[in-house]
């Protein structure tokens, strides 16, 4: 064997052994410490549910890695079956899309049978049915998610802020819905007060600024007409 050879077949051995260190690394992470994992991926997934494409892919990557594992919580089921709705959402071919929601929805339901009481459980299934499309008939499902919830958000101290307040939000659309004005407008303040750089909190911030805006105009113009 020539030095050439020779050298890169010991470049090769070095570099196999190295992809192996860097493989049994991650396995190692994952399993020694699954809840540190499980944070991690729901960053990335609260990145996603903002618009966040890349943040998506590598949420999948790492909820797909957790659901292998032996004894994990219902959560992750219930966020990598929102990812999988989330991907529906992106995905360009229609067959794919309803893969895809099969795929979610399933996930979504193990989750919630294995932990019906779990906040951040039903939270998820309600942020990411309430989204799908009308003839899925799922919207009903996700408004009693989101009441049970927002009656609860008190004692779920290690949920995201971002998710609260995209509760919170989503809650004051449907009053408005209903034309509950003043308790569309608690929703979207307690949204603020969760995130207000959140995607939800900026939303509610919008809608509240909106609105005070409406109020003075109307002032405005009952004071010209007194005159």
Not at 84 to 102: D, I, N, Q, T, Y
Not at 120 to 133: G, K, M, N, T, Y
Not at 155 to 172: I, K, R, T
Not at 174 to 191: F, I, P, S
């Amino acid at each position: 064997m020539n030095r050439r050879r020779l050298g890169f077949a010991v470049f090769g051995h070095r570099f196999l052994w190295v992809c192996v260190g860097l493989v049994a690394t991650t396995v190692w992470a994952t399993t020694d410490n699954p809840q540190a994992e499980f944070e991690e991926a729901r960053r990335w997934y609260v990145r996603a549910a903002g618009g966040d494409i890349a943040a998506l892919r590598e949420a999948v990557e790492r909820f797909e890695a957790l659901a292998e594992l032996r004894n994990i919580e219902p959560r992750v089921w219930a966020y990598l079956g929102s990812c999988r709705l989330m991907e529906a959402g992106a995905a360009a071919l229609p067959l794919r899309k309803l893969e895809l929601c099969r795929e979610g929805g399933g996930w979504l339901e193990r989750a919630l049978a294995a932990a019906p009481n779990d906040v951040e459980v039903r939270l998820v299934r309600a942020l990411s049915l309430i989204h799908l499309p009308g003839f899925f008939n799922k919207r009903a499902v996700a408004q009693r998610d989101l009441v049970w919830v927002v009656e609860r958000l008190h004692n779920a101290h290690d949920l995201p802020a971002e998710l609260a307040a995209a509760a919170w939000w989503q809650v004051g659309l449907m009053h408005e819905r209903q034309r509950n004005h003043v308790a569309a407008r608690m929703a979207w303040e307690q949204a603020t007060r969760y995130a207000p750089e959140s995607r939800s909190g900026r939303l509610a911030a919008a809608r509240l600024g909106n609105e005070s805006q409406l109020s003075g105009s109307a002032v405005e113009n009952r004071g010209h007409g007194k005159r």
